[in-house]
């Protein structure tokens, strides 16, 4: 289960927004869509123009789910008029048959209906070892004895869903009996074997042999989108044929194509999307026919490919990344879309062919690709095992392709950076004025690709804003003359369409952050080590596992204090070496409780994520290491936000929790009592749970109010401080708990005092057996829970007010309950307990108490018996006592 902070899915963000951007055009794309083959006359085949070639290792993937289980066809190659099936898959409900060269080795496997099976088979021809995967799970290991040839025959004949021969006629036809009753999607064919690894990592990447696109497919049955389908993925490579208009001018001759191109898809694509790669080439010696572009038959130059704009036409592929990912079905058609307008920029049109773009998802990026920077980043690369730095450069240090100039050839250093405070008046009628200040700004500051804008912060209104930002100067001139460009560019007056802006004052400091040090990080990926970075520098290293893929980590300039410390590591496309039974093996210190924190959050998500609940060994192990960290660390606001997100994650699961209730509750109430803060108060709120910490002077306490407003049990509830005695429930709060004035009086000496409120928005950890076992009494409220350092207080004159409003509205002859939490309860397992609360007030909706201690607190709500409806027909069997006695 992934844990449930308050801030929106940037995934689920992406998506809406590129789905928002498709063009009603058509669309090549199968991803998301599947096929479903119900017995009619629907014949899925391999286009003919692909070439299948000799493959001497190759891996296949499909997924199938069955209406009806009888004997089925997943797919069926067989080579060119052969009979036998040279690679397929088949099965009944009980058995699963794979061919490979005319072979059929077969295994018991239990298939249902109505489920979608992932259903993979790899084979080395080096190896002659035929692999079967079923969910990612190894189901079939076996030796194929093919002396005769070690490679796949090409050039052969696909169907999906059934088995098919060649007619004389050379025509496909659909052999009967075995077909599919049900549907398939993703289908795919590699060239390579891939390891059990690879399988298990749910690859959205496209084959490279047989991809999921319609252009490869010959059909007579149409397809069907299925949401269950879709797949989120961060690499694509874009291939397409361009166009160049004739009437473009002849000093343009002399622009590179890989930087035109460049500009062109960082114009058009969205921002979410990195351009890494870019490489040109001539396609032929002519343009093919495209809509009657002026491009048409017009005839290459002669001598040597000059990649240059006089270039007619030219094919283009580009690897690009998508942050965050996104389902490919919805980046394909979206880039598809983006590209397939027309690009003007300097007197050049550039128009791609709309037929020939594909946008293929890949597994990786080669490892001497470029790593995928940040906007405005560039990448200084070292060996493949080592780490790299991502530096905001120059153009002049850039080559073609976006890419650096060798280390030996250029020197890089530490960019300029300023900070800028400036007002401005904003007059007119823009319709959003945030959108239109950075606009502004940028149009000012970064037109030459010289300078970037970091850390915008704006505030204001009524048409006076002002504006707190960076600007990074790529070390191009002096501190001097930087100074001097940003006052020109900000000062002078600019007129938009419908307002004006003008700056009213302008504040310029030179700073000079330090560098990111070198840090050791042990994480659920493995330990790296991150070397010393300048500032606004993305690090890079290869994963531990898999080393083809790249962790990333910035050196992230405040904008609050000027200075530098090192991001959270992009770890996501690295996998993770560690288990939870792992934890341990590892040893808490001062010094790396955050990160231990990190590992326990990311192994829970994990675990989470894969089931709805934790085992007890697993669950034990986790609080464990959790209360090693409250014992022997200082624990910093960070680190408790983290750790009530792992309580949270826990809660919300199917995770038995009781018998290491009363230990999370003593954790977390620890936690917050040594919380280190340097403000008067804080709060941490998780999905269903929230602790605020207060630093009061008992001089100086006249009485403290804490509320909190829950609208989900997904969402983080909202809390409220009031620094006085509120007797009544804060408004828009769902609890609220009030103490008194009096309560000084009881603080332990000393200059501060801490007082720390909770909140639970479940009742999971509080499983009072008395009460679980009756229908008649439950849990009606949230429970909120207030202490003075960790101390009991007890027997106050002046009682704590507690008012809660009620999950489940109480009927007129309902009974509730003001209860606490009593730990002693139940041989130690704990219960509800009245002593010492007085239910003071009571309405359908609300109860509120008035309690001599602190403690947890909840309301019980005793459900009144429902008497049957007599039957006036029913004969009168007993005495009006006796019957009354039987219905109670």
Not at 531 to 544: L, N, S
Not at 737 to 754: E, M, N, Q
Not at 861 to 883: F, I, M, N, Y
Request: glycine letters at 6%; aromatic letters at 8%.
């Amino acid at each position: 289960m992934k844990s449930f902070r308050n801030l929106s899915s940037p995934t689920l963000c992406l998506s809406i927004l590129l789905a928002g951007c498709l063009l009603s055009t058509d669309n090549h794309s199968l991803w998301g869509k599947k096929i479903t083959f119900m017995g009619r006359q629907c014949l899925w085949q391999l286009d003919p123009s692909i070439e299948v070639p000799a493959l001497e290792e190759l891996s296949v993937c499909v997924r199938l789910r069955f209406t009806t289980l009888t004997e089925w066809t997943g797919f069926v190659y067989k080579a060119p008029w052969g009979r036998s099936i040279e690679l397929g898959l088949q099965g009944t409900g009980e058995k699963l048959s794979v061919f490979l060269f005319g072979e059929e080795v077969s295994f018991e496997k239990k298939l249902k209906s109505d489920k979608w099976y992932s259903a993979c088979i790899t084979w080395s021809g080096q190896a002659q070892m035929l692999h079967v995967y079923i969910n990612g799970d190894s189901e079939l290991k076996a030796h194929v004895d093919h002396s005769s040839s070690r490679h796949l025959t090409p050039n052969g004949t696909l169907t999906l869903g059934a088995s098919h021969f060649v007619s004389v006629d050379g025509t496909v036809k659909k052999e009967d009996g075995k077909d599919l009753l049900g549907e398939i999607g993703l289908f795919r064919m590699w060239a390579r074997e891939w390891s059990s690894e690879d399988i298990k990592g749910e690859s959205c990447a496209d084959g490279d042999v047989v991809s999921w696109d319609l252009r490869q497919w010959k059909t007579t049955c149409p397809t069907d989108p299925d949401s269950s389908l879709h797949c989120a993925w961060s690499h694509y490579k874009i291939k397409m044929l361009t166009f160049m208009d004739l009437s473009l001018r002849a000093e343009n001759c002399s622009v590179p194509l890989e930087g035109v191109t460049r500009k062109w898809l960082e114009s058009a694509l969205p921002p979410y999307t990195t351009v890494r790669e870019i490489s040109v080439s001539s396609p032929s010696r002519s343009c093919p026919v495209v809509n009657n572009s002026a491009a048409l038959h017009v005839q290459q130059p002669q001598g040597p490919w000059t990649s240059f704009a006089c270039e007619k036409c030219f094919s283009c592929e580009a690897v690009i990344d998508v942050n965050p990912a996104a389902d490919v079905d919805v980046v394909q058609a979206d880039v598809i879309a983006r590209l397939s307008e027309t690009f003007s920029p300097d007197n050049l049109n550039l128009t791609a062919d709309r037929h020939s773009i594909t946008v293929l998802p890949v597994e990786s990026f080669p490892e001497e690709s470029e790593p995928a920077p940040t906007i405005g980043t560039h990448t200084t690369t070292s060996a493949v095992t080592g780490p790299t730095q991502s530096l905001q450069t120059p153009p002049s240090n850039m080559s073609t392709t976006g890419g650096p100039l060798d280390l030996n050839e250029t020197t890089i250093g530490p960019d300029i950076f300023f900070k800028v405070n400036l007002t401005l008046s904003l007059t007119g009628s823009p319709t959003n004025t945030g959108p239109v200040i950075t606009k502004w700004l940028k149009e000012r500051l970064e037109v030459n690709n010289t300078m970037i804008i970091l850390n915008l912060i704006i505030k204001g209104g009524d048409s006076r804003y002002n504006c707190i930002f960076h600007v990074q100067e790529y070390n191009i001139n002096s501190v001097e003359v930087t100074e001097t460009l940003i006052n020109v560019a900000l000062t002078s007056k600019y007129e938009g369409d419908s307002y004006i802006i003008q700056t009213t004052s302008l504040s310029l400091k030179h700073i000079e952050p330090e560098n990111c040090l070198e840090e050791t990080t042990s994480t659920v990926y493995g330990e790296y080590i991150w070397p010393e970075a300048f500032p606004q520098v993305m690090g890079e290293m290869a994963c531990r596992k898999p080393l083809s893929e790249r962790a990333y980590r910035l050196c992230k300039l405040d904008i609050e204090t000027d200075r530098t410390s090192w991001a959270v590591p992009d770890m996501t496309r690295c996998k993770r070496l560690m288990s939870i039974s792992d934890l341990e093996n590892i040893t808490v210190s001062t010094d790396n409780a955050k990160e231990v924190v990190d590992m326990i959050q990311a192994l829970v998500d994990d675990q989470l994520g894969n089931s709805s609940e934790m085992s007890s060994s697993d669950l034990d192990a986790v609080v464990e290491k959790l209360n090693e960290v409250v014992d022997v660390s200082v624990i910093k606001p960070d680190v408790g936000a983290d750790i009530v997100y792992i309580v949270a994650d826990i809660l919300l699961s199917k995770t038995n929790i009781t018998p290491v209730a009363s230990t999370v509750l003593n954790l977390t109430e620890r936690m917050a009592n040594g919380m280190d803060f340097e403000d008067e108060s804080i709060s941490v709120t998780a999905p269903s749970l929230a602790l605020s910490m207060v630093n009061v002077a008992p001089s100086e306490f006249t009485g403290l109010t804490f509320g909190v407003s829950s609208i989900s049990p997904t969402q983080n509830p909202k809390v409220f401080i009031n620094q006085s005695f509120v007797s009544e429930a804060l408004p828009g709060s769902d609890a609220t708990i009030s103490l008194p004035t009096a309560l000084h009086d009881l603080f332990p000496g000393g200059l501060k005092t801490r007082i720390q409120f909770q909140f639970y928005g479940t009742s999971e950890l509080f499983q009072d057996p008395e009460i679980n076992t009756g229908a008649s009494v439950a849990v009606n409220s949230y429970i909120v829970s207030a202490s003075v350092n960790s101390s009991r207080i007890s027997n106050l004159t002046d009682p704590v007010v507690v008012t809660l409003n009620h999950q489940k509205p109480k009927k007129p002859k309902d009974k509730v309950r003001c209860v606490f939490w009593d730990f002693q309860k139940n041989a130690g397992q704990g219960g509800w307990n009245s002593r010492g609360c007085v239910t003071w007030s009571v309405s359908s909706n609300r109860t509120s108490c008035r309690c001599n201690h602190l403690t947890h607190f909840a309301v019980l709500l005793e459900v009144a018996p429902r008497l049957p409806v007599k039957d006036p027909h029913q004969p009168v069997c007993c005495s009006a006592g006796v019957e009354h006695a039987l219905l109670t």
